[in-house]
Nanobody, 117 residues
Framework: EVQLVESGGGLVQPGGSLRLSCVAS????????MNWVRQAPGKGLEWVSV????????SYADSVKGRFAIYRDNAKNTLYLQMNNLKPEDTAVYYC??????????RGQGTQVTVSS
C-alpha cells in the first residue's frame, strides 16, 4: 500500500521560510518522479513542483519559481520542499504525490502552511 506522510507545515510570517518533508513507503521511491501540489482555501489543486527519480530534472510553477526548491533523499525515502520568501498567497494545504509531472494521486494527507502576519 502506497503511503505518503507530509510534515513541516505551520504558521509563518511573510518573507519567512519553511521546509516540508514527505516520507514515502509501499513502493520503490527511487524509481518514481515525485510532485508537490497544494490546495488553497476554496480553490482547486495547484501543481507546485516535480523532481525526477534521480533528481536530474526539476520543474516549478511560475508562482513559486525562484523561491521554492524541491529535492529528495532516496536513501531515506523522503521528498522535501524548501520554501523561502513565503507570501500570503502561498497559504494552502501542501501534498506530495507520486508520479510524473502534474500528478496529484496518490497523495498524502497534507500539511497546512499558513503565511500571515
Amino acid at each position: 500500500e502506497v503511503q505518503l506522510v507530509e510534515s513541516g507545515g505551520g504558521l509563518v510570517q511573510p518573507g519567512g521560510s519553511l521546509r516540508l518533508s514527505c516520507v514515502a513507503s509501499g513502493f520503490t521511491f527511487s524509481h518514481d518522479a515525485m510532485n508537490w501540489v497544494r490546495q488553497a482555501p476554496g480553490k482547486g489543486l495547484e501543481w507546485v513542483s516535480v523532481i525526477s527519480s534521480g533528481s536530474l530534472y526539476t520543474s516549478y510553477a511560475d508562482s513559486v519559481k525562484g523561491r521554492f526548491a524541491i529535492y529528495r533523499d532516496n536513501a531515506k525515502n523522503t521528498l522535501y520542499l524548501q520554501m523561502n520568501n513565503l507570501k500570503p498567497e502561498d497559504t494552502a494545504v501542501y501534498y506530495c504525490a507520486r508520479g510524473p509531472k502534474g500528478s496529484s494521486n496518490p497523495r498524502g494527507q497534507g500539511t497546512q502552511v499558513t503565511v500571515s502576519s
